[in-house]
């Protein structure tokens, strides 16, 4: 019979590895998301950058958009974090 580690909680070895593969796949995925989210912000605020002087509102608009943009990548972080704690 072979021994398990404390991190396995008694599960085959192999479906530790399994489970913990997925887990970073998916943790990589989300990851990968909130950069592209963040890159989208990024865009929008150099496009309201470059609009302020011509055309001030719609400059406004552009940067008000990146602000939500990057705080949903924050909200969505610490929602993800707090819903793994709580498990």
């Known amino acids: 019979m072979g021994t398990t580690t404390a991190r396995s909680g008694g ?3 192999e479906t530790v590895l399994r489970s913990d ?4 796949r998916s943790l990589l995925a989300r990851l990968d998301q909130d950069q592209a989210d963040l890159e989208r912000a990024r865009r929008l605020l150099q496009q309201g950058r470059e ?5 001030p509102r719609e400059a406004f608009e552009l940067v008000h958009r990146a602000a939500l943009r990057g705080a949903g990548v924050l909200v969505a972080r610490a929602n993800r974090e707090r819903r793994r704690a709580r498990r």
């Open 11 to 13: 599960r085959h070895p």
């Open 21 to 24: 593969a997925r887990s970073l």
């Open 51 to 55: 609009l302020a002087l011509v055309a």
